[in-house]
């Protein structure tokens, strides 16, 4: 997504408390204060500690993970421990509430069609900054899905990479709970994100007016199909170059992840675009009728949301799709979450098997994800189907 208008050490080793099998069980894992609880030092946060983080940031996101899985029991976790890292009583009930959230995501999954048989999430600690009795740390999560039904040609595994930060805070006693999550993507759109996504105010030209929207696409399953006829650009170039760089980043241009005011999706999609036989049209960066992108220069038109879509209609590079489900390889879709006209989200098709396309985008990085799993997550949000 992007737019311009856009001290003292304890002495024994802290071990995690997985967080599945304390939160679906309901227990409170705040410990209880007595008046006359002795109060330790600022704790700190040595290698012991650090590595407790990241295991109780895995074993939440795993569970989360599982929670999608077909056939996974409420108890997720294969492991039970005990120590100095835990969950706090609100963020225990947190997660409850998250995995019945997700557990009802993966129902509507399935009732389109679509259960994973696996999934496989690995947690890296990336940094720790320590103020008192606060710790944040951010963490990557990198997620695996199989589809359990894959048949012939249809993708095996999706796959996707997020962010987040947790904040612990230690007790009268010196022991770390943690207290909250919060995803750092631009947008959050992994498949076991239950935040609402980020949204930004409604785009407008230079002087002020709103620019040329393009029409809603259906999302009902089995439209007419829409077979691509161009042979002007090489849509299995735009896929290879999607799915090389999903989340290994081209250094030939800026990565917006991360920014203030916005992410990545759309310069990752205008360069799979280019790669496929998009030519440049260089002028005014803010001049929506042109488009052009390197590691110097970026027009509004290749970074942003609605800049593209204004230049893509406009320069007739691409037609309006009626239904989602007519997309083919190449192919662009953008999501409205909040159906205020502003688009917020860029994808390219990659893939398509037995009439569902497949996306792979930035913020959050993912690689194919059905089209059927984003009407499911975001049943309420606008659909826009670009035909490269």
């Known amino acids: 997504m992007k737019s311009r208008k856009l001290s003292r050490k304890r002495s024994r080793t802290a071990i995690v408390t997985a967080a599945a099998a304390s939160v679906v069980a309901g227990v409170a894992l705040v410990p209880n204060w007595s008046a006359g609880a002795a109060v330790v030092d600022d704790p700190t946060v040595d290698a012991a500690t650090k590595a407790t983080f990241q295991k109780l940031a895995d074993a939440v996101f795993t569970d989360r993970t599982q929670a999608l899985v077909d056939g996974a029991t409420k108890k997720q976790s294969t492991s039970r421990f005990s120590g100095d890292v835990r969950l706090s009583s609100t963020q225990s009930r947190d997660e409850n509430s998250a995995l019945t959230q997700l557990r009802g995501r993966q129902n509507r999954l399935a009732k389109l069609g679509e259960t994973y048989s ?110 691509k006829t161009s042979t002007a650009y090489d849509y299995k170039a735009m896929a290879a170059y999607a799915e090389k760089y999903w989340n290994n980043y081209n250094t030939d241009y800026p990565d917006f992840n991360g920014h203030a005011d916005g992410g990545d999706c759309t310069n990752f999609v205008s360069q799979s675009l280019k790669a496929g036989g998009w030519k440049h049209v260089p002028g005014y960066v803010y001049d929506y009728t042109k488009w052009f992108g390197n590691a110097d220069i970026q027009s509004d038109s290749f970074v942003g949301v609605n800049e593209w879509s204004w230049f893509a209609q406009n320069s007739k590079r691409t037609t309006p799709l009626a239904n989602v489900y007519q997309l083919e390889v190449g192919d662009v879709l953008q999501m409205d979450f909040d159906r205020d006209g502003s688009k917020d989200h860029t994808m390219i098709v990659t893939y398509k098997s037995n009439g569902i396309p497949y996306v792979t985008y930035h913020s959050n990085n993912t690689l194919r994800r059905s089209v059927a799993s984003l009407i499911a997550s975001y049943p309420n949000a606008y659909y826009y189907a670009y035909r490269t």
């Open 118 to 227: 696996a999934g496989n999430t690995q947690v890296t600690l990336d940094a720790t900054r320590v103020t008192g009795r606060t710790a944040k740390a951010d963490v990557t999560e990198t997620t695996t899905l199989t589809y359990a039904k894959a048949t012939g040609n249809e993708p095996k595994t999706t796959g996707f990479q997020s962010h987040h930060e947790l904040t612990f805070k230690a007790d009268r006693q010196g022991t770390w709970q943690l207290t909250t999550i919060k995803d750092t993507d631009n947008g959050g759109l992994a498949v076991n994100t239950l935040s609402k996504p980020s949204v930004k105010a409604p785009a407008t030209g230079d002087d002020g007016t709103t620019m040329p929207n393009a029409p809603r696409a259906a999302t009902t399953r089995n439209p007419v199909a829409v077979p």
